[in-house]
């Protein structure tokens, strides 16, 4: 009959993810090839289908002879570009992570696979550069291991490590050695850093060693345009290098060498948008589907790379004691008790106890830059003990405690874990025994106004929140920076202050410690070595175990103990957690149809904390835990009730969320 749709003569069934985001569709659907779009629908374009009466968006995952589909198949409605922009490698990992995070594939498709952009498409592809030659990495050699995992490199080999990065190291230059070692083989590297000032520092570095060319920097500050053009660079192979930041861990590489991340303890590497994966977990796990080589480096150390290395999935490559030494900076600590700010004037006048004062004129006298870090306004109130300020953990679930306001039967109320809402009447700390709280202050006490006015002929540079520094020239001048805000100094600080420990040490948060060692190595890293004058003062505890890690430059150690005192506690990464929000009714019913593993328990729901206006429904939050080899199942076990949640239309919204940062 004329004009009647024929299917293509040979791999006529197309499978199909469509772009509907619901958990009880997140499969592949089988459509038919006509015969007139047998040349273009080539697996990973996208296409245009039918689908529940609407014509919606997908990707074309494969093509075969027959479908297991019984009924009648519709026709693919139309190819949107013959570019085959999902790659096999990367719709194989989209599907395990969606896996790992019960979440759905369509979800993860959009976060890997950028919106297309018609006239860089139509673009002529650009000619692959050669290989650059292999760099001489001599920055390698002061870490034992670190030339032999640059020789797994050159041999093509699959290799893992977790590297602790020295003091003094130019870390952009190191992780530009390693990605044009995989290069010069003609393999690809993909390195991803938090923000776009790292993207900027290790662009140039790789640029520095492989050519303009073989590089691409990917980042959200780019244009549409531009970014699609070097994503599509990468495709097609006319980049072997791709630095970015998070959206980049599903960036796609011609035959990949080397996945590494910097930094993983940041937390803008958590993507906040559905099924809200982590650049680290994303990368070991693409890493290991591929073949290819995975670095995770950093000045400090997570509990998670911990594991890795605990695991032996990922061996250490660290300095020797002696050369950490020699690159660290002189660091001290300083308590805060009002009893040593009131035997010290310059902490009467400033609360800065004079030992910083004297760290910060002695580097402004000798014409270098002093930092100071100020941790962000904001915090949530949590409770510590009185006596030891040891922070407040409930007795059952060993979750943080907080104070509701307002009275029962007369008395002010007691207690309740954030957890799982258990009162407690009768606290007693786990470390000293004291009955006594205290609130830990919100925010920062101290100001950069106060430091001005200390030094009044010393210039003073603000960086944080809109306006971020990314260098600073070499000139004496107080330059005032929120955490993770710091501009790199030419030739380095001659010292740092690391002021209000406390505000960050005291958070109701599970990585408060670890939070605060990364955000306090970071900061000392700036700083120059302890021979060339540099200092470091932090106004914390000295007894304290992240003051200590910091104190000796030991970040391993401290990530250790971290590992140790939450596998003991059931707390991640030694288990898989997981939240559920969203109204108390709702909740309490997804709990009620959810079918856990044997390991699992429920712990809650809570009240979610926030003031909410008049008319705002109520918001609830429930943990889930489970034994880590039965994280898996917790996953399918969350997808599968999402979907009968789907499948039944429920209106009430939900936030389920695998392995969160934050639990509270």
């Not at 670095?295 to 050369?323: H, K, M, Y």
């Not at 501009?487 to 002021?499: E, M, N, S, T």
């Amino acid at each position: 009959m004329k004009g009647e749709r024929k299917p293509a003569a040979t791999l006529p069934v197309a499978r199909v993810q469509v772009d509907v985001p619901l958990a009880h569709l997140d499969r592949p659907f089988d459509y038919l090839v006509p015969e007139q779009l047998d040349a273009t629908a080539v697996p990973g374009c996208r296409v245009r289908v039918r689908f529940a009466g609407q014509r919606v968006d997908g990707f074309l995952l494969d093509r075969v002879e027959e479908s297991e589909h019984t009924g009648r198949l519709e026709f693919l409605d139309r190819v949107v570009s013959a570019e085959p922009v999902l790659a096999p490698e990367i719709a194989t990992l989209a599907r395990a992570v969606a896996d790992r995070y019960g979440g759905t594939m369509i979800d993860v498709l959009r976060l890997a696979v950028p919106p297309r952009h018609a006239r860089v498409e139509a673009e002529p592809p650009a000619e692959p550069p050669p290989a650059p030659d292999p760099p001489a990495a001599d920055g390698w050699r002061r870490y034992p291991r670190g030339s032999a995992f640059l020789d797994a490199l050159r041999e093509g080999r699959r290799a893992q490590a977790v590297w602790q990065a020295l003091p003094d190291e130019d870390w952009p230059a190191r992780l530009a050695e390693v990605a044009a070692t995989a290069a010069a083989t003609g393999r690809g590297a993909l390195l991803v850093v938090p923000d776009h000032r790292d993207v900027a520092r290790l662009h140039a570095a790789c640029v520095a060693l492989a050519g303009e060319p073989a590089v691409v920097a990917l980042s959200a500050d780019l244009g549409p345009a531009q970014r699609y053009r070097r994503w599509l660079a990468a495709l097609r192979g006319a980049a072997r290098i791709v630095v970015g930041t998070r959206a980049t861990a599903f960036a796609p590489l011609v035959r990949p060498g080397v996945f590494a991340v910097w930094d993983d303890g940041d937390d803008l590497h958590a993507e906040p948008r559905s099924p809200y994966p982590h650049v680290r977990d994303v990368l070991v796990q693409r890493a290991h589907l591929s073949g290819a080589a995975m670095l995770v480096g950093g000045f400090a150390r997570t509990a998670e790379a911990q594991l890795l290395v605990d695991s032996g999935w990922a061996p250490e490559i660290v300095a020797a004691r002696d050369t950490v030494r020699d690159a660290a900076p002189r660091v001290t600590a300083i308590g805060e008790h009002d009893s040593q700010l009131a035997r010290d004037p310059a902490a009467r006048a400033a609360r800065i106890p004079s030992v910083a004062f004297d760290a910060a004129r002695g580097a402004l006298a000798a014409g270098t830059p002093v930092l100071v870090q100020v941790p962000r306004a904001g915090y949530v109130p949590a409770l510590s003990c009185q006596t030891c300020r040891a922070p407040a953990r409930c007795r059952r679930c060993a979750g943080p405690l907080a104070l509701r306001g307002g009275e029962s039967g007369g008395m002010p109320s007691p207690p309740y874990c954030r957890w799982c809402g258990a009162p407690d009447a009768t606290f007693r700390c786990t470390e000293c025994g004291s009955r006594r709280l205290r609130a830990v202050l919100v925010g920062a006490r101290r100001t950069a106004e106060e430091l001005g006015r200390s030094f009044p002929d010393v210039p003073v540079l603000t960086s944080g929140a809109s306006h971020v520094l990314s260098e600073v020239d070499g000139k004496a001048a107080l330059v005032v920076a929120t955490p993770g805000a710091e501009p790199v100094a030419a030739g380095g600080y001659g010292a740092a202050l690391l002021l209000d420990g406390w505000a960050l040490l005291g958070r109701a948060d599970l990585r408060a410690a670890e939070e605060a060692l990364r955000r306090w190595m970071a900061a000392a890293a700036l700083v120059r070595p302890g021979a060339a004058g540099g200092r470091v003062v932090v106004l914390a505890e000295s007894a304290l175990a992240p003051v200590q890690a910091l104190v000796r430059w030991d970040p391993a150690w401290h990530a250790a103990q971290e590992l140790a005192a939450r596998t003991e506690l059931g707390f991640p990464p030694a288990v898989r957690m997981a939240t559920v929000d969203g109204p108390p009714n709702a909740v309490a019913a997804f709990l009620d149809e959810l079918s856990l593993p044997t390991s699992g328990e429920i712990l809650g729901p809570v009240p979610l904390g926030g003031d909410h206006q008049a008319g705002d429904p109520e918001r609830e939050r429930a943990l889930l835990r489970v034994a880590r080899p039965d994280g898996r199942a917790l996953a399918a076990a969350l997808a599968a009730t999402q979907a009968v949640r789907t499948a039944r239309k429920e209106l009430d919204p939900l936030r389920v969320q695998l392995d969160p940062l934050e639990l509270i």
